[in-house]
């Protein structure tokens, strides 16, 4: 009687396991998809920006250290792709650089005027509204995953089996997932993450407190 009670406790063990070890190999695909999304809108970001700032140098001529200071952050984000570590803290510094080459249009009428430039901003603007709503699915399936391995009992094989804590993308407190609102160039509000935002006129920390 004793050897089917162990028999049967053991089974329910494995039938645990497996369980588990298939729930979490689920959660840590779904992180692994949600970034490639980042990814994408993250690429097509990158490859917007050098049009904004060809743009801008027909009109700004005199402002070379602040296109090249975008030049610099986006080359140095591009080649931190597939880190999102990496990627936090290389779009904190490429944000403030857009930052300070969109203003540059409040400077240059004819430049704020110029339909080309303000198309490139609206498609920016786009891209940067597309990686808020992506990068909240991130860190959503992060704080799912994060949850299983890090909390007991799923904690006793998840170390055993591989599993890891994955990285927040674009917010330091895990608990703010809400992004605030902030105005692109003077166009319509959108969405975007403490760290990747183009907002010239919101401060940011009032935003994250109110989150």
């Known amino acids: 009687m004793a050897l089917w009670i162990v028999l049967g406790i053991l089974v329910l063990l494995a ?5 588990s070890y298939n729930h979490m190999v689920l959660l840590r695909q779904n992180v ?31 402002e070379k250290g602040t296109l090249e200071a975008v030049i610099s952050a ?34 240059y009428p004819d430049l704020k005027a110029n339909e080309n430039f303000n198309q490139l901003q609206r498609e920016l603007g786009e891209t940067e509204t597309r990686i808020s709503q992506a990068r909240r699915f991130y860190n959503a399936n992060v704080r ?39 105005n692109f160039g003077g166009n319509k509000q959108i969405e975007s993450s403490p760290t990747i935002t183009l907002n010239t006129s919101v401060k940011q920390e009032e935003k994250e407190k109110s989150t």
């Open 15 to 19: 039938i645990w396991m497996i369980g």
């Open 32 to 62: 692994r998809e949600s970034w490639s999304a980042i990814e994408t809108e993250l690429r097509r970001r990158y490859d917007l920006i050098p049009n904004l700032v060809e743009s801008v140098k027909g009109y700004a001529t005199h």
């Open 74 to 107: 986006r080359n140095s984000a591009v080649s931190s792709v597939g880190m999102p570590e990496a990627q936090n803290a290389a779009n904190t510094v490429l944000s403030g650089a857009l930052t300070k080459l969109v203003a540059l249009s409040e400077a």
């Open 144 to 182: 799912e995953l994060n949850a299983a391995v890090e909390t007991f009992p799923t904690v006793l094989i998840a170390t055993s089996f591989g599993f890891r804590a994955q990285p927040y993308f674009g917010i330091e407190d895990p608990a703010a997932f809400d992004a605030p609102s902030v």
